[in-house]
């Protein structure tokens, strides 16, 4: 029965879990008047986050925290003046494709794809640097105020965020790494479906500290598992302390009350076991044994077996069905005595009624989902047997990844985001795992152009980024899937390339007493010369929050230019000295 409250709704905790949904890394713990320990929120950290400066408070917390954390979630907050450029050169399939490669800093990325991909993504896996000393990470400049922040993203390139050694003599070795996660996890979690799932690859420098970090961005709540991935076959012999044989793969949900994951296909050897000795209409079967570890004095019953033998159960156990219900069940045909009729009763269950699949369990046997040596020679194949990329991940790993946390049937047409997505191993995944099972999952792939050594043999055949490589991948893997699948007509193994750039405006940062008379022609057009209508096409449909993945088609009317998005969704004309007669013909199309 339960207890009356007698007294009216607390709505300081409603309030702390409405909170808590919408940032669950300001709730904390703290101890009450009676000494216990209770939810509640951290309001330094939410000032924080409505907040445009740094806003001061230590206070004695249970928390994951390190020098330049609140710089890291200002910068996280804080917008840009940057757009998405496509490249259609460098694409595959651009006006019909549904997938997305994006080309710069994957934090500029995310930030753009915030209005377009809010709540939309199913899936996200992410490789990260490892932080063991030599890994490159991103060097943001957290120490600056959100005007800096926003002017020195308006600005070109170069002078933006960079690549840095992290070496282990650096004071801030772990505090650079986890600002450099922290603020990317924040935005990342946003784009998640309430039903969504991140996996991310890690391993022993970092994993303690990205779990704490994870539950702070996630949710303690929301942790699904840790996953053992044994990425070598054979034990590294002259290890000073242990073979380090393995990496994790960390999993959280957006709501993991709303995640679920599938059912693994059910191996030759488990289907195997499955017999009809008996010839049962119902189909093959499995005997599963009928009594348990208790002592229930009514369910210790004697049992005549077809034969005439009679059988109780062993000292200890007793049969797991009462005396009426396996009379039913005999009747059924569903008890199993031997083919001689005289055994001991087994329960018959039948594969048709079982769970159709493997649960998976939480260790990754190389065997079954690919090795760092598999991986590295899957994509040497690729490329000509030339090696172009180091430490891959096995396209079987994130195969399996994305097969447990995907719709089957995709009716969503899930997506799919990997924003350190290297050599593009996950697009490859999602494109093998589309033609197995007709599925429609649609890939954002997000990398920086990071230069390629010149010593290196990918430099030396003329690949001078990641992204070059990554995108060639793309191409040829595509092209062999196609091939060796020759009836999938349907399948999208293209990819709509659109890089991060400046703005599309020019930068005018004149004050009155600095302006010239001749200086004022320059501002009769604030859109740079080098612009194309479909540049600015993309800055509207990021500004609107509108699918970037679209068809786009390109009409004349009336002499002037206009870019159609999926088919009369979207009317656009950037033309200038457009008359009356154009508005007119273009208003009779009715867009919507």
Known sequence: ??????????????????????????????????????????????????????????????????????????????????????CREESVDFDTTQ????????????????????????????????????????????????????????????????????????????????????????????????????????????????????????GEINYVQEIIWEKKFAPQNDAKYFSLNHESVICYAKSKIDFSRKLLPMTEEQIARYKNPDKDPRGIWQSDNLTVARLTPKDRYEIITPNGTKIMPTEGRCWGVSKEKFMELQDDNRIWFGENGGNTPRYKRFLKETQQGRVPISIFKYQEVGHTQEASQDLKETFNNQKYFDYPKPVRLIHRLVYLSTNLLNEDNDIILDFFSGS??????????????GGNRKFIMVQLPEACDEKSEAYKAGYQTITEIGKERIRRAGKKIKKENPNTDQLDIGFRVLKVDSSNMKDVYYTPDKLMQGDLEQFTDNIRDDITPEDLLFQVLLDWGVDLTLPITQETIAGFTVLFVDDNALAACFDTNINEAFVKELAARHPM
Request: net charge negative.
């Open 1 to 86: 029965m339960e207890k009356l409250n007698l007294h009216s709704p607390d709505f300081t905790q409603a309030n702390i879990e409405k909170l808590a949904e919408l940032f669950p890394n300001c709730v904390t713990e703290t101890r009450g008047a009676d000494g216990a320990l209770k939810k509640a929120i951290d309001f330094d950290l939410l000032k924080q986050e409505l907040s445009t400066s740094l806003v001061e408070g230590p206070q004695e917390r249970y928390q994951l925290n390190w020098p330049g954390k609140r710089e890291a979630l200002l910068t996280a907050n804080a917008p840009i003046a940057k757009t998405l450029r496509p």
């Open 99 to 218: 997938n997305l490669y994006i080309e710069g800093d994957n934090l500029d990325a995310l930030k753009l794809l915030q209005e377009t991909y809010l709540g939309k993504v199913k899936m996200i896996y992410i490789d990260p640097p490892y932080n063991t000393g030599n890994d490159f990470i991103y060097e943001d400049d957290f120490a600056e105020n959100t005007e800096a922040y926003f002017e020195r993203s308006n600005q070109k390139d170069e002078v933006g965020n960079r690549l840095v050694a992290n070496n282990e003599s650096n004071g801030r070795f772990h505090s650079d790494w986890l600002s450099m996660m922290y603020s990317r996890l924040k935005l990342a979690r946003n784009l998640l479906k309430d039903d969504g799932v991140i996996f991310i690859s890690i391993d022993d420098n970092e994993v303690h500290n990205l779990r704490k970090l994870c539950e702070e961005v996630f």
């Open 424 to 437: 593009a191993t996950t697009a490859q995944a999602c494109m093998q795992l589309n033609v197995e099972d």
